[in-house]
């Protein structure tokens, strides 16, 4: 949820948890859903969390670490705002708060803690909002362990939240709260999960571009086909960066259309795609300088400041990506993440076809850093493994289901 909080409406996708044997070391998911956000808009995994146990819509994002559920706390004195979701509110417990002295909450807040302090509170600020609540554990149920045991998991139970979906009015999400995967954080999901569960520091996506595909927690497929580059070992708590910076190139120029090398981030917690002001202007120009002579300028749609209208509402990408040419980010040494333009557009309510790239400088906890979201991110497998520091990216149909993907390589 690292940029899920600007008015883009994050990008999230319904994931249905997949069983896999107790023998397994691995979590798979099925992805279902769409990730433009006028379609489902959403990417979330189903899982069981608290005694009793009670299903839970979490958000999937591998821009954060904690993994946190909006809850009911009846302690609250002050501002207690939560957005509309489907399934009831998690009852926060007294019995079930983390002490501030507790390694976990002294990893989460950056402090040493109070022995006679019993509640763990933190805030996190995200791109356009923020969430605020207390570090607690609970049981999950999950689909790897022998006989199906729960497991007792220090997550957040956030309890105030300001964004755009809190305001009277709003409709219900299908989210209940969000699956932190982002990396470097004891707190993290992975990181209390491996060695009990799961063997690897690794996880891999792959989002449809025609609704759903596929999440692996613990391991993913190999291939030679992979083009990999290192992680920033410096990079932001809980972000996937590469230690290259990366230059931008259209179609087929000989050189990048921009002078500034670009410092990306893979973000499945936003819809789009952010640049920031300098190559946003150098896309923008490009893709302007080549549009095809059918397409006319229209106005903005919803969130979407730059589109075309052709003589007929366009209905899907399919229509118009011919008349588009493709952008690249080139990391150095030939290793090139290729971006057609079903990758940077999106077909509006209005039936325009809009760039999905937006402006990252608008929003100042960006900084410098580029985001690369989930619509840049469709057909194709991205990898995140932690304990080799890269990441890696290969073309490929999302069909395939994650247990094959793994057993039989990518």
Known sequence: MAARRASVAGVLLLLLILVVPSSSSYLAFRLQGSVHPHGDGYLYVTMKIGEPAREYNLDVDTGSVLTWLQCSNPYCTGLCTTWPQEHQLYQLKEEKKVPTIDPLCVELVKHPGNPNDK??????????????????????????????????????????????????????????????????????????????????????HCISSKGGGYLTVGNYGDSPRITWVPMDPNAKPGHYSPVLLAHLYFDSSQGPISDTPMKVTFDSGTT????????????????????????????PDDNLNLCWKGPRKFKSIEEVKRLFKSLSLVFGQGKALRIPPENYLVISKKGYVCFAILHGWEYPLLGETNIIGGVTMQDRIMIYDNEQSQIGWVHGSCKTGPESAITSGL
């Open 119 to 204: 509640t763990c509170g933190y805030n996190i600020d995200y791109v356009s909002g923020s969430s605020q609540g207390y570090l607690i554990r609970d049981k999950f149920m999950l689909p790897i362990t022998r006989n199906n045991a729960p497991q007792t998991i220090a997550f957040g139970c956030g309890f105030n939240q300001t964004d755009q979906h809190t305001k009277p009015g709003t409709k219900k999400l299908p989210v209940d709260g969000v699956l932190g995967l982002g990396k470097g954080s004891a707190v993290g999901l992975i990181s209390q999960l491996k060695g009990r569960v799961i063997r690897k520091d690794a996880i891999a």
């Open 272 to 299: 789009y795609t952010f640049f920031d002001r300098l190559p946003y202007q150098a896309a923008e120009s490009a893709v302007i300088r080549s549009l095809d002579r059918s397409l006319r300028p229209a106005g």
